[in-house]
């Protein structure tokens, strides 16, 4: 399928998610990521804030665990440059969070350090769909493709789903970057890409 008629599905199967049955879902990813992923030896996560009208995992949860066992982990969360395509990334554990106009929750730019996407050593990424060799559709935008750009070659791209992997993606473009790894409710993908 063509990444706009799975967008489409994947948007209106995320929408039809009973509220326990999402809760239950994202409980299941949060609880693969920290079975999956020891983060004791990286300094650096970016993580995205959920967007709850669009039923994101709600990575906060995650959150609280990930600063309880690594104390050494410092967070980064992004914002959306007004007007643009671009995303800044501050510390999490210092800023203040507010809704921008699109419901999504963001740091405020002067609450909290900002953080270069040189230093981040792995990214968790809100997507909608994936596939088996790990190319994944987000909302079609592009901020996390320009994002990683950004980032060191080596960062691990992990993507957070509520949904399992499709087999394939069609049109996928040499700008679309794959993920290493992939968590859905069921299991912990990895994929054969390395950097």
Not at 127 to 140: A, M, Q, S, T
Not at 153 to 164: R, S, Y
Not at 165 to 182: K, R, Y
Request: charged share 30%; proline share 7%.
């Amino acid at each position: 399928m063509t990444k706009k008629e799975l967008r489409k599905q994947y948007k209106e199967k995320r929408n039809s998610l009973s509220e326990s049955e999402y809760q239950q879902r994202c409980e299941r990813i949060v609880e693969k990521v920290l079975e999956n992923f020891d983060f004791s030896t990286i300094h650096y996560l970016h993580l995205f804030l959920p967007i709850r009208i669009q039923k994101e995992i709600d990575t906060f949860p995650l959150i609280e665990q990930l600063q309880s066992k690594y104390p050494q982990l410092r967070l980064v969360v992004p914002r959306v440059v007004p007007n643009s395509f671009e995303m800044e990334h501050y510390l999490y554990d210092a800023a203040i969070i507010t809704l921008s106009e699109w419901g999504i929750p963001e740091p405020m730019p002067d609450s909290s350090q900002k953080v270069s996407p040189q230093k981040i050593d792995t990214v968790l990424l809100p997507l909608l769909v994936f596939d088996e060799k790990g190319n994944r559709v987000g909302y079609g935008k592009g901020f996390y493709d320009r994002f990683l750009t950004e980032c060191r070659p080596e960062v691990q791209k992990i993507g957070l789903c509520l949904e399992e992997a499709v087999p394939l993606i069609e049109e996928v473009g040499e700008w679309d970057i794959p993920l290493d790894f992939c968590v859905s409710p069921q299991r912990c993908y990895e994929f054969g890409v390395k950097n």
